[in-house]
């Protein structure tokens, strides 16, 4: 069974940094596409920064600059550190790695990478 857990979220100030973790467990897959989504209410599940099919991290527009996608090995945690956070990067962040076979909730993003399997999300609160 595959579990992602995520960690590090919190309440910041405008200008503040946080470094979210994710921790994987039951992970077989041997690829490189391993990611970071954000979900703010009322909005769709959207790509932040990911490993795609061939290891080049790739960033939404948005957040270009100031998060940073790094994982040492396939083994270790995947982190995001975010600095210089913005008030609209209030959004419950998941942690997400590619699944094969369609599951439900699939998202294709960026190229190729195919996420199916979610963390249970971490909550990033910046307050202005």
């Known amino acids: 069974q595959v579990q992602l857990v995520e960690s590090g979220g919190g309440s910041v100030q405008a200008g503040g940094s946080l470094r979210l973790s994710c921790a994987a467990s039951g992970y077989t897959y041997r690829n490189y596409c391993r990611g970071w989504f954000r979900q703010a209410p009322g909005k769709e599940r959207e790509g932040v920064a990911a490993?795609?099919?061939?290891?080049?991290?790739i960033y939404t527009d948005s957040v270009k600059g100031r998060l940073t996608n790094s994982q040492d090995n396939a083994k270790n945690p995947l982190y995001l550190q975010m600095n210089s956070l913005k008030p609209e990067a209030n959004a419950m962040y998941y942690c997400?790695?590619?699944?094969?076979?369609?599951?439900?909730?699939?998202?294709?993003?960026?190229?190729?990478?195919?996420?199916?399997?979610w963390g249970q999300g971490t909550q990033v609160t910046v307050s202005s």
């Open positions: 490993f795609d099919s061939v290891g080049t991290t």
């Open positions: 997400a790695a590619r699944s094969y076979g369609g599951r439900w909730g699939t998202i294709t993003w960026p190229g190729d990478c195919a996420f199916g399997y």
